[in-house]
């Protein structure tokens, strides 16, 4: 099983739409959830921490659920500048341990 | 913005060459890295360093790679004698805690 799981897309969704991205982890002992974007060619830049009891940040809600192991990102109200890659990010967090663990992610394609 | 910066942004090697790579984490933070992506293909951890030394390291980060913190600024990544597999985008980053901000990367292409 790989160590971040994503479905790679890609989705091809209309502007305004709500779009919803899943990913599962295989380490349960990971410690700390991240959503990255990242557009073509481009470094990976930090779009929301995920925290347990979820968060929200504008048009972007990220919930996690340690007992099925999984990780989701809910777009709403989508923009064409929403076209991107979501990369589901891991980190096991323990002692000593910080490195982060990428899923392949998954592309979105916002359409006018 | 505090950002982290990367140069040179495209070095183009022969293979069996040494490089170099450059990196300014953002001034306050504590934890540095160096990940890779090859083209089309996930990003993939190499190397962190904490507190001047290694604090953990990949399968891919063999002796082949160093990394170094020559000043209070700088993190370097060396690559001794390239390998065609070498090419890929090479991203540093820092973290303060868990967070970790990713600089423009540097892309490497070994001919």
């Known amino acids: 099983r790989k160590e971040v799981e994503q479905d790679p897309g890609p989705f091809n969704v209309p502007e305004g739409a709500t779009v919803a991205f899943n990913c599962t982890y295989s380490n349960s002992a990971s410690q700390s959830f991240f959503w990255y974007r990242q557009d073509c060619r481009k470094e990976p830049k930090l779009l929301m921490s995920?925290?347990?009891s979820g968060n929200e940040d504008g048009r972007f809600t990220a919930q996690l659920n340690r007992a099925s192991q999984y990780i989701s990102l809910l777009i709403r109200d989508s923009k064409l500048s929403d076209s991107a890659t979501y990369l589901c990010?891991?980190?096991?967090?323990?002692?000593?341990?910080?490195?982060?663990?990428f899923g392949s992610g998954t592309r979105l394609q916002v359409q006018p | 913005e505090p950002e982290v910066t990367q140069t040179p942004s495209h070095q183009v090697t022969q293979m069996g060459q040494e490089v170099i790579l450059r990196c300014v984490p953002i001034?306050?933070?504590?934890?540095f890295y160096w990940y890779r992506q090859i083209l089309g293909q996930k990003v993939e951890f190499l190397v962190s360093f904490y507190n001047n030394e290694i604090s953990e390291k990949s399968e891919i980060f063999d002796d082949q790679f160093s990394v170094e913190r020559p000043d209070g600024s700088n993190f370097t990544l060396k690559i001794r004698s390239t390998k065609l597999e070498d090419s890929a985008m090479y991203f540093c980053a820092s973290s303060e805690q868990s967070e970790a901000f990713f600089g423009q990367g540097t892309r490497l292409t070994v001919v």
């Open positions: 990010v891991v980190n096991p967090g323990s002692t000593g341990r910080r490195a982060l663990t």
């Open positions: 001034s306050n933070h504590l934890y």
């Open positions: 995920v925290y347990s």
